[in-house]
């Protein structure tokens, strides 16, 4: 039997569990093909870590979490919560059932970013009350009187916007800033989720849960996308955002366009009765036009 077909049967038995599943030898074949028999094992472990920290991801395809990872792992990038450098989220598909989309967290854009070696500089940051004093959208010039004599206390401070920039090591700048209320109407267009959120006075989507850190995740998305130099890693990774991995390594797009980079998740803290039901799509014609079909 070929590994292909062992894997589309090892698929469709959900028997298995995530470490039965990993440890079978067409998988692993499978695995040491892509990242290399020494580092299997690490690869194996970290995965049984991130699924076992995550009981909704344990009602996933093992394929989809599989393919996922082994995305982030091409991209040298971590699972790990904690890193917050991808994250594998849980959707309703209607016809595959429970499957994980890959999702880049802003950490991910910027060990990317970095690497690359074109970046001298890059930030995002959030604003608190009573420290913008202007900032000139055609000139780009930002001034701000940061609060710090207590840390403390900005971290308490309302934020009022946000700001991120890059200089490029041949000295091209580009900044941006965008308000509270300009980054929670941009949440409420592209994130259905956080929408019902609001509505419901729930707390499921990782918008709810960490506003800043998916403000920040915008940020640099519409800055790197939109003016940045992108290496080939780069653009894997935000062609692959909030993207279902499939076998073949063709990828299925959830609530996901040019400037989508949310949609209704479960994180490890929260758990709703049960995950939001997405249709899959392929990519909008402006995403294919920005990143390509793949």
């Known amino acids: 039997m070929s590994v292909q077909n062992s894997l589309t049967k090892s698929k469709s038995n959900q028997r298995f569990g995530i470490t039965a599943y990993l440890t079978q030898d067409a998988v692993k074949q499978q695995i040491n093909n892509v990242i290399g028999g020494k580092d299997g094992q690490r690869f194996i472990s970290a995965i049984v870590s991130a699924v076992n920290t995550n009981p909704a991801l344990q009602e996933c395809t093992n394929q989809s979490i599989l393919s996922g990872a082994l ?12 890193l917050g450098h991808y994250y594998l989220v849980p959707f309703n598909d209607r016809e595959k059932g429970k499957v994980a989309t890959f999702q880049l967290g802003y950490k991910g854009y910027i060990q990317l970013a970095i690497r690359s070696g074109q970046y001298k500089k890059l930030n995002v940051m959030a604003i608190k009350e009573g420290e913008l004093e202007y900032f000139d ?32 090591t041949n000295g091209f700048r580009k900044a941006i800033y965008w308000s509270r209320k300009q980054m929670e109407s941009h949440a409420v ?6 929408k019902r959120d609001l509505d419901k006075g729930t707390k499921y989507t990782f918008w709810s849960k960490d506003f800043d850190g998916m403000a920040y995740k915008t940020m640099l998305r519409q800055l790197i996308s939109k003016w ?19 076998e073949d390594g063709t990828k299925e797009y959830v609530e996901n366009d040019d400037s989508v980079i949310d949609a209704e998740v479960q994180t490890v803290e929260s758990q709703p009765d049960s995950v939001q039901e997405a249709s899959v799509q392929q990519p909008t014609d402006a995403h294919a036009a920005l990143f390509g079909n793949n």
């Open 71 to 82: 995305l982030g792992e091409s991209l040298k990038l971590s699972p790990s919560p904690q």
């Open 137 to 168: 959208p055609l000139n780009e010039d930002i001034k701000i009187n940061l609060m710090v004599d207590s840390w403390d206390e900005r971290e308490e401070a309302p934020t009022i916007g946000y700001y991120a920039f890059f200089e490029l």
């Open 189 to 194: 267009k592209y994130s259905p989720g956080y």
């Open 228 to 246: 940045g130099i992108m290496s080939i890693e780069l653009q894997n990774a935000i062609d692959s955002d909030m993207a279902v991995i499939n």
